[in-house]
């Protein structure tokens, strides 16, 4: 069974270092590029953060500088550092992977059920 869990959100001040875990299971975990996208109230979900297989990283304008994503092969694990933390990144983070078979033309993507992060003093 495919499965992302993430872990490590809640309530931080502004100013906080929070680091988000996603854990794969189920999947060439090595073989997918992993992301992290989030969703505030009433707006739709956007990319965070991704890292490719090989380790290369892409972030959201908003996050650069502040946020580092990463990525442990051998443990099956992305993270998420975030640092100096804003209210205006209050969301739910969800954990994405995704991959593409040039043989068959086929890509596949799988989804953890998030983690809410509120930044608030």
């Known amino acids: 069974q495919l499965q992302l869990v993430e872990s490590g959100g809640g309530l931080v001040q502004p100013g906080g270092s929070p680091r988000l875990s996603c854990a794969a299971s189920g999947f060439t975990f090595s073989s997918y590029v992993m992301s992290w996208y989030r969703q505030a109230p009433g707006k739709e979900r956007e990319l965070v953060a991704a890292?490719?297989?090989?380790?290369?990283?892409n972030y959201a304008d908003s996050v650069k500088g502040r946020f580092t994503i990463s990525r442990d092969n051998a443990k099956n694990t992305v993270y998420l550092q975030m640092n100096s933390l804003k209210p205006e990144d209050t969301a739910v983070y969800f954990c994405?992977?995704?991959?593409?078979?040039?043989?068959?033309?086929?890509?596949?993507?799988?989804w953890g059920q998030g983690t809410q992060v509120t930044v608030s003093s």
């Open positions: 890292i490719t297989s090989a380790g290369s990283t």
């Open positions: 994405n992977a995704w991959t593409y078979n040039a043989y068959n033309k086929r890509a596949a993507t799988v």
